[in-house]
């Protein structure tokens, strides 16, 4: 059997797709936020987990014990740099006027 377009058809195929384009619309106004909380969380977590975490309340309380204004070092530079004496050589000029 053949079965052949109609204008009622056509109506309501555009009907559907209308209703369905506007529904994801209207849901991802809902659930945007949502979704940008969580993405944001993880995110968040992602970042304390690559640089060691957030500091806890007994590392908290550990800083607040140090006077305030004392200088601490937890890591030194190295020492092994030399520089290099001999950058280039100067040259003289004089203005042509």
Do not use: C, H, W
Not at 22 to 44: C, N, S, T
Not at 58 to 72: A, C, F, H, P, R
């Amino acid at each position: 059997m053949i079965q052949e377009a109609s204008a009622m058809g056509l109506l309501r195929t555009i009907l559907i797709i209308l209703l369905v384009y506007f529904g994801i619309k209207i849901l991802a106004r809902l659930f945007a936020p949502l979704f940008l909380r969580f993405v944001a969380k993880k995110a968040e977590e992602k970042f304390g987990q690559q640089f060691g975490g957030f500091q806890n309340p007994s590392q908290q309380k550990q800083q607040q014990k140090q006077k305030e204004g004392e200088t601490v070092i937890d890591k030194m530079p190295n020492q092994n740099k030399s520089s290099n004496e001999k950058v280039g050589e100067y040259i003289d000029y004089e203005e042509i006027e």
